[in-house]
C-alpha cells in the first residue's frame, strides 16, 4: 500500500493546486503547480524543523521514491508519444539538419563547456572536484526538456519555423544525452581503462539507432493495426500499448526508449492519426493524449517543486547553483551558436532566433532524473542541489518570461494561426 498511498498522495496535491492556479495564479499550469509546490515545500520544510508528524511523512514517502526511475522509465515515454503525435513531421523534415545538429552536436558542446566551466568555478570556491564528475553535471543539464518545452511553448505562440526547431531537439537530444552521461559515468567509477572508444561506440549505436529502427518498426506496425480497424475504444488501447510496450522492449534491447517512443509518435502521428483514422477515433485519440499528458505534467512538476523536502542544499551550493545558472545560459548560446553558425549557408539564422533558442532550452525532470540517479561515491549532493537550482530557475524564470520575450522580438502568431505542433 507504501506506493498507492504515495501515488495517490501526489494525484491530490496536482489537484489541489492545479485548482488554485486555473483560479487564482493564472498562470501556465506547468509553471503555476511548480511554484506551489515550492511554497508548499518550504513552508513544509519549516514545519518539519518542529516535528510535525504528516510532515515527517510525507518526507519519508518522498524519499523512498526512486524519482529517476519514475521519470526515466515510467513517465517520460507517455509524456513524449503525447508531444510526437501532434508534430508537424513534414515541417520537422525541413528542419532536420539544424534540430541534428543541436541534438548532437550542441549537447557535445554543452556538455565540455558547462562541465569546465564549473570544474573551475568549484575550484574557486575551494572545493576539490573531479573533472568528469563536472563533465556530467554537463551532460545532464544540457538536454533541453520536452516536457517542460511543449508546455510553455503552447502559451509563447512562437512562429512556426522556431518552435519546430525548439520542439524537435527536445524531442530528440535525450538519446544523445543519456550516451553521454552513461559513457561519462562509466568512465568515472570503472576507469578510462574499461570505456574504450569501442565500447562507447557500441553503446552509442545500440542506443541510438537501436532506438530509432525500434521506433521505425514499432511505429509502421501501429500504423497499420490501426487503418485495417476503426473503433475508437480499441485504436486507443493499441497506442497505450505502443508505449507501454515499445518502453519495456526498448529496455530489454538496450536501446534508447525515448527516441523509439518519439520516433514512433511521430510516424503515429503523420500517417495512422492522419490517414488512418475516422474522425471519430483521432477525437478521442487527441483527448485521451491530451489528458493523460495534463495529469502526467501536474504530477511531475508537483514532484519537482517536493523534492525541496528531501534535498540538502547548503548556503555554499545556493551561492555555486545561481552562478552556475549563468554557465548554463551562456554555454547554450555558445552551444547553439557554433553548430547553427556552420548551417548557415542552407538556412538563416538572426540574433532574435538565437536568443529564444537559448532563453527556451528549459531544463527539467530529465535533469533532477538523471542527476538523483548518482551514486553516493561521487559528489552527489552538491550535483542534485546545484541542478536544481537550475532547473527550478529555467521552469519559472525562463518560462514565464519566454512569452513576453518572444512577443517583444516579433517572433509570435496570433492565436487563430497557431500550428498543431504542441500538445
Known amino acids: 500500500m507504501e506506493l498507492y498511498d504515495t501515488f495517490a498522495l501526489l494525484l491530490v496535491v496536482a489537484a489541489l493546486f492545479s485548482y488554485l492556479n486555473h483560479r487564482f495564479l493564472r498562470l501556465p499550469a506547468t509553471i503555476g503547480i511548480m511554484v506551489l509546490a515550492l511554497l508548499f515545500s518550504l513552508a513544509a520544510v519549516g514545519l518539519g524543523k518542529l516535528e510535525v508528524s504528516w510532515v515527517l511523512v510525507v518526507r519519508d514517502m ?12 515510467v513517465m517520460l515515454s507517455f509524456l513524449l508519444f503525447a508531444g510526437a503525435i501532434h508534430v508537424d513531421v513534414r515541417a520537422l523534415g525541413n528542419q532536420q539538419l539544424p534540430v541534428a545538429a543541436l541534438a548532437s552536436a550542441g549537447i557535445l558542446l554543452s556538455t565540455f563547456l558547462i562541465g569546465t566551466a564549473l570544474y573551475y568555478l568549484l575550484t574557486l570556491f575551494g572545493l576539490v572536484p573531479a573533472y568528469l564528475h563536472c563533465l556530467l553535471f554537463g551532460a545532464l543539464i544540457s538536454p533541453t526538456d520536452p516536457i517542460a518545452v511543449l508546455g510553455i511553448l503552447k502559451e509563447a505562440r512562437v512562429n512556426k519555423d522556431l518552435e519546430i526547431k525548439i ?7 535525450d538519446g544523445t544525452t543519456v550516451v ?23 553503446l552509442f549505436l545500440r542506443e541510438v539507432f537501436g532506438g530509432i529502427i525500434l521506433g521505425i518498426a514499432l511505429g509502421y506496425v ?52 492522419q490517414m488512418g483514422m475516422s474522425d471519430e477515433t483521432r477525437d478521442y485519440l487527441d483527448k485521451f493524449w491530451e489528458l493523460l499528458d495534463e495529469v502526467l505534467n501536474a504530477v511531475l512538476f508537483v514532484l519537482i517543486g517536493l ?17 552556475t545558472i549563468a554557465v548554463v545560459l551562456v554555454g547554450r548560446l555558445i552551444s547553439i551558436a557554433i553548430p547553427l553558425g556552420m548551417l548557415r549557408r542552407w538556412y538563416h539564422f538572426d540574433r532574435p532566433t538565437l536568443r529564444i533558442l ?38 519559472i524564470v525562463q518560462g514565464l518570461t519566454l512569452g513576453p520575450l518572444v512577443k517583444r522580438l516579433g517572433l509570435s502568431m496570433p492565436a487563430s494561426d497557431q500550428p498543431e505542433t504542441g500538445h
Do not use: C
Open 307 to 323: 523534492e525541496m523536502l528531501v534535498l540538502h542544499i547548503t548556503r555554499t551550493t545556493l551561492i555555486i547553483g545561481v552562478i
Open 222 to 273: 501501429t500504423y497499420w493495426a490501426l487503418r485495417t480497424i476503426d473503433n475508437y475504444k480499441v485504436e486507443v488501447l493499441i497506442t497505450l500499448a505502443l508505449v507501454m510496450g515499445g518502453t519495456a522492449l526498448a529496455a530489454s534491447l538496450h536501446t534508447s526508449a525515448p527516441l523509439a517512443i518519439v520516433v514512433a509518435g511521430l510516424i503515429v502521428g503523420a500517417k495512422a492519426r
Open 167 to 173: 520542439v524537435g531537439e527536445s524531442l530528440f537530444n
Open 62 to 73: 518522498l524519499r523512498n521514491l526512486d524519482f529517476h526511475a519514475l521519470v526515466m522509465q
Open 180 to 202: 553521454l552521461f552513461v559513457s561519462l559515468l562509466q568512465i568515472a567509477e570503472a576507469g578510462r581503462e574499461a570505456a574504450t572508444f569501442s565500447v562507447i561506440s557500441k
Open 358 to 395: 537559448t532563453w527556451g532550452g528549459l531544463r527539467g525532470g530529465i535533469s533532477v532524473a538523471l542527476a538523483l540517479s548518482l551514486p553516493e561515491t561521487m559528489p552527489r549532493d552538491l550535483i542534485v542541489g546545484i541542478t536544481y537550482i537550475v532547473v527550478i530557475f529555467s521552469i
